[in-house]
C-alpha cells in the first residue's frame, strides 16, 4: 500500500533537469532514502514532496491525496515535518519557542503545546534544554531540536534532508541509529535523503539510487549491494571490479554466460538476463573485492582462476588490499588474511562464478 | 616578533597620537575649562545640563534621530526586501540610484528640495498654477521637512544593511517556517525580521547619529535648535562670547560621546548576534522571487517614487546652474552658462585646492593606510587591535569634533593651523578609515598561503608585499582610493572651521555662496560642478569593481 506515491515528477532549474520524469513509491510506516551523488536530483525530489519546489509535470500524492494535480497544497498543509541539511533550527528563538512555533499556528490549546513540548523533548532527549538558544547548543543538540520541531506536530510525513552531513563522524554514526529507531517507534512514513552510502545501508528499510535525475534502481539495501542494476549502481555503492569484456556463449538452462575478457582469457559470469546477453556483446564482468580469493599456489577450482602480479599492497588494519594486475587489467582484492607477497610477485587470483556477474 | 613590524607599529601609533589623539584631548580638556582662567572643572557640563535651551536642543536632536530612523525603516524594510528578493529587470539602476544619495553631499539635497519644495519653490508653484492650492504649502521648513531631507540621504545605509540580510539569511530558515504553517506576512515578522535585526543594527545606528553629527542641514532650514547646529552657531559665531563659546565646545563634546557610545553599543549588539552565515552550505539558489504581477507593478511604482526622488537632486541643482534669475516660476527661464563662468573665472582657485587639498589627504591616507592594513590583518603586533579600534571610532565621530578639535589643538600650541597643510591633515585624519577598512577587508580576502608561498622562495617581507600582495590587493585598494578621494572632496564640517582666505575648498565655496543669499545660482553651479565629478569617480569604481565598494560597506558600518 503506497502512502506518498510520486508519479512523473518532473522538475526543471532554468535549462537544467534536475528531476527526469520519476516514479516512485513509499510504502506507509517505510523509510526510504533517496541516494545519489551531488547534482542527482535527490533533494529537488525531496524539496517537491515538501512543496518548497514546484515542478513542472508530474503528480504527488500523499495519503491519497493529490498535492499538485488538484490544485497546490503548501506545504503547511501536507502533513509533513522536515529536517533540513544545516538544521535550519531559528538561532534567535529558544529551544522551546522552536519546537513549538507550529503548535501555536495550528491553534493548539495552551495546555496542550506544553504536555506535547515535554513528550518530544524527552523522545529526543533534549529534556531540560528548553530555555536555551541554539547558540548555546552542540552541533548534535540542535539537530535533535530540527527532529523535535519536524515530529512535534505529529506529521504523517517525516522528510529528512542530508540531516547528518554536518556532524562529525562519530556522532553521525550514533544518530543514525537514534534517528532509525525513533522513526520505527513513531510507526512514521519517512523519505530521507543522503549521498553516503553507508548512512544509507544503514538506515533505510528501501533505498532509491538516483543518478542525474532518474531512479537507477529500487530496493532493499542488500538488494541494491548484491544484484546492482547497472554500473552506476554498482560502482555507486561500495567498490566494484569492472572487467571489460565480449560474450561468447550462455550455457542453456543455467544463468552463466561465458565472457572472453580484455586480458585475453574466458572466465564464467552469472546473468540475471539471459536475453540480454547474445554473443558478441560488450559487457562488463564484474566482482567485488572482498568475492576475488587470492592464492600463493595453484589450487584445483576449475574456471575464473588466473595468473596476475601484485601491482599494490596495502595494509588496512583488518584486511589486506591488492591490486594485481592481469595483463594490465588491475583487480581489486580484499583479502582477510595476511599473505607474504609483496609488490612486483605473482599470485593466483580466483573470481568466484557464483559472484560474477554482468553488467552492461 | 620582527622588529620591523614593531617599528611600524611604533610608527603608526605616533600618526594617530598627533593627529587624533591629541587633538581630540584637547577638545576634551577644553570642555571642562573654566572660562577666562586656566582652571579646571565641570562648570561647562553643569551649566549646559541646567539650561533649558541646551537641554530642549539635546532632546529636539534625539527625537529628530529617532523620527529619522523610523521614517528611514519604515521605508527601507519594504524597498530592501523588493531589491533583495524580487526577481526583476533594471534592479541595478534602481538599485544605484536609490544608494546614491551615499556618495551625494547632503547640503547638495538641501538646495535642491529648497528650490523644488521651497515656499515659492517649483511644486508649489506647479499646485498653484493648476489651481489646486491658494497659498503655498510647507514642505521642508520645520521639522518635517528635515526628518524628510535626512532621511533621504540616510535611506541608502538602511537599504544597504536590511538587503544584506535579506540576502545573506539561510534560505532554510524560512522554509523551515513555511513547513511549520507560517504564512507569508507572519513567516517575515517571525522569522525573517528578527534575523536581520543584527545587519539592521549596523545600518541603524549610522542613522540616528547623524542628526548629532549633521549641522548644514538644520541650519540651511533655519532649524537652529538642534545640538550640531547650535554648537556650530555657538563655535564659529559666538567665539567672543566666552559662555556661548563653552557651550558649543560641551555640544561637540557630547554629540560625540552620543555617538562614539551607541556606535560602540551596536557594534557589541551586532558581534554578539551574528545570524547570517551561521550554517553551512545550502543547496537552493536562494530565496529569489517572481512576485506576482500587480506586486510587480506595485514595486515598481515604489522603486521610481523614491529614485525620482533622489534623481530631483542633481536635476534641480542642474536645472539651477545653467540658469539664472530662476526665481517665481517652475522652471528656469532663462538659460546662461554665466555661473560657470564665474566660478572659473572669479575662483578656478577654490577647485584646485579641493583636489589638492583631498589629494594630498589622500596621498596620506595610502601611505598610512596601507602599512596599517597589513599590520591589523597580518601581523601579531601588541596594540594593533586598539589601532584598528581607534580608527574605527573615526567612523562614528562627527566632523565638526574634528574641525574644532583641530582648531584648539593646533592654534596656540602646535601652530600648525597656520600653514595650509593643516587643511589635508584635517581631511586625512577625518575619512582615515575610508581608505583602510577597504584595504583592510580584501587583505582579509588575500589568502595568506600566497604570501607565504613567495617568502619559503625566498622573498623577504617587503619584496612579497609589493610582488604578491599589492598587485592583488589592487582592485580593492583603487576601489578604496577612490571612495576616500570623494569623501574628502566633499568634506565640510571640519574644513569649514579651519580654512583661511585662499584655503577655500569647494564645499565652503558652496556654503559661503549660499550664505551670501542671491548667488544661489552659483552655489547649485558648484554643487553640481562636485556632483558631475563624483559621478565620474563614481564610474571609476562601477569599472574597477562595485562588489568590493559594497562588501566593505557592510563590513565597515560606514
Known sequence: MAFIEIQNLFKQFKNVVAVNHIQLEVKEGEMLTLLGPSGCGKTTTLRCIAGLERPEGGDIVIDGKSMLAEGFVPPAKRGIGMVFQNYAVWPHMKVYKNIVYGLKLDKVPRQKIKERAKQILELVGLTGMEDRYPGQLSGGQQQRVALARALVRNPKVLLLDEPLSNLDAKLREKMRFEIKSLVRRMGITAVYVTHDQAEAMVISDRIAVMNSGNVEQIGKPEEIYERPANRFVADFIGTMNFIPGEVVRGVEGTHDIYVRTEFGEEMVCKTSDMAATTPGKKVFASIRPEDVAVFTEAPELGDNLFKGTIAHKAYLGNFLYFFVSLNGNMIRAQVPHHLPQEEGEELYVFLNPQKCMILF | ?558
Not at chain 2, 556650530?232 to 557610545?261: P, W
Open chain 2, 1 to 558: 616578533m620582527s622588529r620591523g613590524n614593531f617599528f611600524l607599529a611604533a610608527l603608526l601609533w605616533s600618526i594617530i597620537a598627533f593627529l587624533v589623539l591629541y587633538p581630540l584631548s584637547i577638545l576634551m580638556l577644553e570642555s571642562f575649562k573654566i572660562a577666562g582662567t586656566d582652571n579646571f572643572g565641570i562648570g561647562n557640563y553643569l551649566g549646559f545640563f541646567q539650561d533649558t535651551y541646551y537641554l530642549k536642543t539635546f532632546g529636539n536632536t534625539l527625537v529628530l534621530s529617532t523620527l529619522v530612523l523610523l521614517t528611514t525603516t519604515l521605508f527601507g524594510i519594504p524597498l530592501s526586501y523588493i531589491l533583495a528578493r524580487y526577481r526583476q529587470h533594471g534592479k541595478t539602476v534602481f538599485t544605484a540610484l536609490i544608494l546614491l544619495p551615499i556618495v551625494l553631499p547632503a547640503y547638495a539635497g538641501v538646495f535642491a528640495f529648497i528650490i523644488f519644495f521651497g515656499k515659492y519653490g517649483t511644486m508649489n508653484l506647479l499646485l498653484m498654477d493648476a489651481g489646486l492650492i491658494e497659498k503655498p504649502i510647507n514642505f521642508i521648513y520645520g521639522l518635517h521637512g528635515l526628518v524628510f531631507i535626512q532621511s533621504l540621504h540616510m535611506l541608502p545605509f538602511i537599504v544597504l544593511s536590511l538587503s544584506a540580510g535579506f540576502t545573506n539569511i539561510d534560505p532554510s530558515f524560512e522554509e523551515a517556517a513555511e513547513v511549520e504553517g507560517a504564512s507569508g506576512f507572519w513567516r517575515f515578522m517571525t522569522v525573517t525580521l528578527p534575523l536581520c535585526t543584527p545587519t539592521y543594527l549596523a545600518g541603524a545606528v549610522i542613522v540616528f547619529l547623524w542628526p548629532f553629527t549633521d549641522w548644514l542641514t538644520p541650519l540651511i532650514l533655519g532649524q537652529l535648535d538642534f545640538l550640531p547646529s547650535v554648537a556650530y552657531i555657538n563655535i564659529a559665531y559666538h567665539f567672543t562670547d566666552m559662555q556661548r563659546k563653552y557651550m558649543g565646545i560641551v555640544a561637540v563634546v557630547v554629540s560625540s560621546i552620543v555617538c562614539i557610545t551607541l556606535f560602540l553599543l551596536a557594534r557589541w549588539w551586532v558581534e554578539r548576534k551574528k545570524y547570517t552565515g551561521l550554517s553551512k552550505g545550502t543547496t537552493s539558489e536562494g530565496r529569489v522571487i517572481d512576485p506576482s504581477t500587480a506586486v510587480k507593478v506595485g514595486s515598481y511604482a515604489y522603486m521610481i517614487f523614491i529614485a525620482a526622488l533622489v534623481l530631483l537632486i542633481p536635476i534641480v541643482l542642474g536645472l539651477s546652474a545653467f540658469s539664472r534669475r530662476w526665481v517665481f516660476e517652475p522652471f528656469p527661464t532663462y538659460w546662461t552658462l554665466d555661473n560657470f563662468r564665474v566660478i572659473l573665472m572669479e575662483s578656478p582657485l577654490l577647485i584646485k585646492n579641493s583636489f589638492l587639498y583631498s589629494g594630498i589627504a589622500l596621498l596620506f591616507g595610502i601611505v598610512f593606510g596601507l602599512p596599517a592594513a597589513y599590520l591589523i590583518v597580518r601581523t601579531r603586533v601588541p596594540g594593533k587591535d586598539a589601532l584598528d579600534f581607534v580608527i574605527t571610532l573615526m567612523l562614528a565621530f562627527p566632523g565638526m569634533a574634528v574641525g574644532v578639535s583641530y582648531l584648539l589643538a593646533f592654534w596656540r600650541g602646535i601652530p600648525l593651523a597656520q600653514y595650509w597643510i593643516i587643511m589635508p591633515l584635517a581631511l586625512f585624519a577625518r575619512r582615515l578609515p575610508y581608505f583602510l577598512r577597504m584595504a583592510h577587508s580584501s587583505y582579509l580576502q588575500l589568502d595568506v598561503s600566497l604570501e607565504e608561498a613567495s617568502e619559503v622562495s625566498g622573498a623577504g617581507k617587503l619584496r612579497t608585499f609589493t610582488s604578491i600582495s599589492l598587485p592583488l590587493l589592487l582592485k580593492g585598494i583603487l576601489v578604496g582610493v577612490v571612495m576616500f578621494f570623494i569623501m574628502a572632496f566633499q568634506e565640510i564640517s571640519t574644513a569649514i572651521f579651519l580654512y583661511r582666505g585662499g584655503w577655500e575648498t569647494l564645499p565652503i565655496g558652496i556654503y559661503l555662496n549660499w550664505h551670501r543669499g542671491m548667488e544661489f545660482g552659483i552655489a547649485a553651479a558648484m554643487a553640481f560642478l562636485m556632483i558631475v565629478i563624483t559621478f565620474i569617480l563614481l564610474l571609476i569604481i562601477a569599472r574597477i569593481g562595485g562588489g568590493i565598494l559594497k562588501a566593505a560597506w557592510q563590513s565597515g558600518g560606514k
